[in-house]
């Protein structure tokens, strides 16, 4: 089965747009850990007891990221490395016994796979969207969030009801060439595609209210109803829509093959993170507008 590009409304393909979005709502995490959002979906089953491999011997373990992902990677006002994914790090790390051994450095992302490659750190954790060619090369932990796609509506038009069948045979926009243009024909045959060549101009259509609805990336779709951009016109509607086969694996842990303690010993701690309800702290955190 053909696996669809997730670009370029990817896991990296919207950076520049959710950054503004992001930096505009100006929510420091204390705060945005205070604002009600709801669970994340479960990804690992609550019965599975994944093995913990024995770490003693690991010198440090060195997490890889970038600058540029907020809010999974991001430095904030005074220069300081946060966001999801350096939160996630720290307490992969606790869970595993090793939070003194532990590292977190920064690269420009065009660098990171070369950087694991060469060995100048052990695992990436900065939104590299798993793909079958990456695949042959390295190993990739169990999904810790999957980012869905979602509606988003002008809140004065009605959509004649709260469901997905709503907007049937309405005019609803989406960004040309993605992923989410092809789910959406997919997924919702009775609605009527309108195509926009970016998610700038997809936005402004929703804004104007020039279309009934919006389809795209429930993570831009989230911040930017939140955001000062969007002037409280808008709102999500009904969802959220997840599919491996056109939306990716979602966010997972890149690691070399032949370190497959390592890789199963981060598959042991997430799973342990998302039991033990951290995880949800940390979305909590970091996504105060739910993306589900």
Not at 163 to 180: F, Q, Y
Not at 181 to 203: C, E, G, H
Not at 215 to 232: I, R, Y
Not at 240 to 258: A, D, H, I, K
């Amino acid at each position: 089965m053909m696996r669809w590009p997730i670009s370029p409304l990817s896991i990296r393909g919207f950076y520049t747009a959710c950054a503004i979005i992001f930096s505009s709502l100006h929510v420091p995490p204390a705060a945005a850990a205070e604002q009600p959002a709801s669970s994340l979906p479960i990804l690992f089953d609550a019965r599975e007891r994944l093995p913990k491999p024995d770490l003693s011997s690991l010198v440090r373990l060195r997490f890889l990221t970038a600058t540029d992902f907020p809010p999974f990677n991001f430095l904030d006002q005074a220069g300081k490395l946060g966001g999801f994914n350096v939160d996630l790090a720290r307490e992969i790390c606790a869970e595993l016994g090793i939070a003194d051994k532990c590292q977190i450095q920064t690269l420009p992302f065009a660098d990171l796979q070369q950087a694991l490659s060469t060995s100048q750190g052990d695992a990436i954790l900065a939104g590299i969207a798993v793909t079958p060619a990456l695949r042959t090369e390295f190993s990739f932990s169990r999904p810790y969030l999957m980012l869905p796609a979602r509606f988003v509506r002008n809140l004065k038009n009605d959509p004649g009801g709260t469901t997905a069948a709503a907007p049937a045979g309405k005019r609803v926009g989406v960004v040309k060439d993605t992923a989410h243009a092809a789910m959406l024909t997919a997924f919702f045959p009775a609605i009527t595609p309108v195509a926009y060549k970016d998610s700038a101009a997809l936005l402004t259509a929703v804004k104007t209210g020039a279309i009934d609805a919006g389809f795209g990336d429930g993570l831009q779709l989230a911040f930017w109803t939140a955001s000062p951009a969007a002037e409280t016109c808008c709102a999500l509607f009904d969802g959220p829509y997840m599919s491996e086969n056109f939306l990716g694996e979602g966010m997972t842990v890149m690691l070399r093959q032949q370190d497959s303690d390592l890789t199963a010993a981060i598959n042991h701690a997430l799973a342990s993170l998302s039991r033990n309800g951290r995880l949800q702290e940390i979305y909590r955190r970091y996504f105060p507008n739910s993306l589900y």
